[in-house]
C-alpha cells in the first residue's frame, strides 16, 4: 500500500483511472480532499463511493481506488478517496509537517519529547494530552495499548468531568493516535481525528451544525451538489467481520441491494457479524446500531453522518468491515461489498 497520502494521489493519477478530478477543500495541512469522476454523460444519475473519513480507516482508502477501476455502471462515478489525508499519513510524517522538522514516532516517548519541545502537557486520570496552539494529541498514559475509539470514548468522559479540560480543549482539532497494532498497522503509525465541541467530541463523519470544520462542511456541500442515487461509504472498525449499516428511514428499496451484498460477502469475502454481535460493537465514535435486520445488517438512527444525510437522494449504505482481518482481506472485503451493492442497484434501475 502506499505509504503516504501524496504518494496515493500520485499513483491515482498515474492509472489515469478517472477522467477529471475535482478538489473537494484543503485540509488543515494543506493537504487537498478530492473526488476523482468517472463520466457516463449529464443525463445520467450520479454514484458516490466514499472512503478515508478517519484517518486508521486505510483499507477502505485502497478499496476505494480498486472499485473504481472496475466498476461498470452507466452513471457518473464520484470517488471520495480520503476525506481525511492528514490522518492517513504516517503520525511521523504530519507532526514533522507541523514542526518543520523530522519527527520519528515510534511510542508514546516520543511524542511526549515533542511535546516537552513545542507545547504543553496535561494529563487527565488515563490520558496525556499535548496541546499545540489549535492542536491536541490524546495518547495514554503508561504503556496502555488502546484502540484510538478506546481513547477518544475515555477522553470524552473526561471533558464531561472537567470544566477546565473543555476550556482548554475546545475548538481544537484532537488527533489521536492508533496506540495498539493491528494486521498491517504498526502502532502510533495512523491517527483518527476529532475536533472538541464543548463537552463532546466529534469526527469528519458527524455533519451536525457544530461542527465547522472545513473539511466537514466542503463534504456536505459536494453531497448536496451531486445528489447521489446511490451512496456507498466504506469504514473499518473493531471487530474481525463485515457488516452493512442502513440510515433509520431505510425502506424497501433497500432490501434487494442490502442482503444480495450480505450475501456475495459471506460466499467470497468475509464472514459477517452476527445480529447479537451488531448490537455489541462499536461502529463510531458515539456511535452504535439501534437495531438490526438480521446477520450482517445494522440500522443507526438519528445520527448526522453522510449516510443519513445522502439518504435524502437515493440508497446510502455504510460498508463496515473489522481492523482485526489481514489488510489485504480487509481492501478485498470492501471492494466486493461495493461491487455487490452496485451491480445489484444498476441491474433494479436499468443502470
Not at 456541500?221 to 451531486?226: A, D, P, Q
Not at 450475501?263 to 456511535?287: F, R, T, Y
Not at 478485498?332 to 451491480?343: D, F, G, M, N, P
Amino acid at each position: 500500500m502506499s505509504e503516504t497520502y501524496d504518494k496515493l494521489i500520485e499513483d491515482v493519477m498515474s492509472k489515469k483511472i478517472f477522467d477529471r478530478v475535482q478538489v473537494l477543500a484543503k485540509d488543515w495541512l494543506g493537504a487537498s480532499i478530492v473526488a476523482g469522476v468517472i463520466e457516463a454523460g449529464e443525463d445520467k444519475p450520479n454514484i458516490l463511493i466514499s472512503a478515508g473519513a478517519h484517518g486508521d480507516e486505510a483499507a477502505g482508502v485502497h478499496a476505494a481506488v480498486k472499485i473504481a477501476e472496475s466498476l461498470p455502471v452507466s452513471a457518473n462515478l464520484y470517488v471520495v478517496l480520503c476525506r481525511d489525508p492528514t490522518g492517513n499519513n504516517p503520525l511521523s510524517l504530519t507532526l514533522s509537517k507541523m514542526f518543520e522538522i523530522k519527527a520519528e514516532i515510534s511510542g508514546p516517548e516520543d511524542i511526549h519529547a515533542l511535546v516537552s519541545e513545542y507545547g504543553e502537557h496535561l494529563e487527565t486520570k488515563s490520558l496525556r494530552i499535548g496541546v499545540f496552539r489549535n492542536v491536541c494529541v490524546v495518547y495514554p498514559r503508561g504503556a496502555a495499548e488502546l484502540e484510538t475509539l478506546e481513547i477518544s470514548e475515555e477522553l470524552e468522559k473526561e471533558l464531561k468531568l472537567s470544566e477546565e479540560l473543555r476550556e482548554v480543549l475546545d475548538r481544537k482539532r484532537i488527533l489521536v493516535p492508533l496506540c495498539k497494532e493491528r494486521p498491517g498497522t504498526p502502532p502510533y503509525s495512523k491517527v483518527r481525528t476529532f475536533y472538541a465541541v464543548g463537552d463532546k467530541l466529534v469526527c469528519y463523519d458527524y455533519f451536525g451544525e457544530e461542527n465547522d470544520l472545513p473539511e466537514v462542511l466542503a463534504m456536505k456541500k459536494f453531497l448536496n451538489k451531486i445528489k447521489p442515487i446511490l451512496t456507498l461509504d466504506l469504514h473499518e472498525g473493531p471487530s474481525g467481520k463485515f457488516c452493512v449499516i442502513v440510515p433509520g428511514a431505510a425502506d424497501e428499496a433497500y432490501s434487494d441491494v442490502v442482503f444480495t451484498t450480505i450475501q456475495q460477502v459471506e460466499k467470497h469475502a468475509a464472514e459477517c457479524l452476527s445480529a447479537e454481535e451488531i448490537k455489541k460493537v462499536m461502529i463510531d465514535h458515539g456511535l452504535s446500531v439501534s437495531k438490526t435486520l438480521g446477520k450482517g445488517i445494522g440500522v443507526i438512527e438519528r445520527r448526522e453522518n453522510l449516510v443519513t444525510l445522502a439518504r435524502e437522494y437515493g440508497v446510502s449504505l455504510m460498508l463496515w468491515t473489522g481492523f482485526y482481518e489481514d489488510f489485504e482481506k480487509r481492501v478485498e472485503t470492501l471492494i466486493v461489498a461495493a461491487h455487490s451493492a452496485a451491480y445489484i442497484f444498476a441491474a433494479l434501475h436499468g443502470l
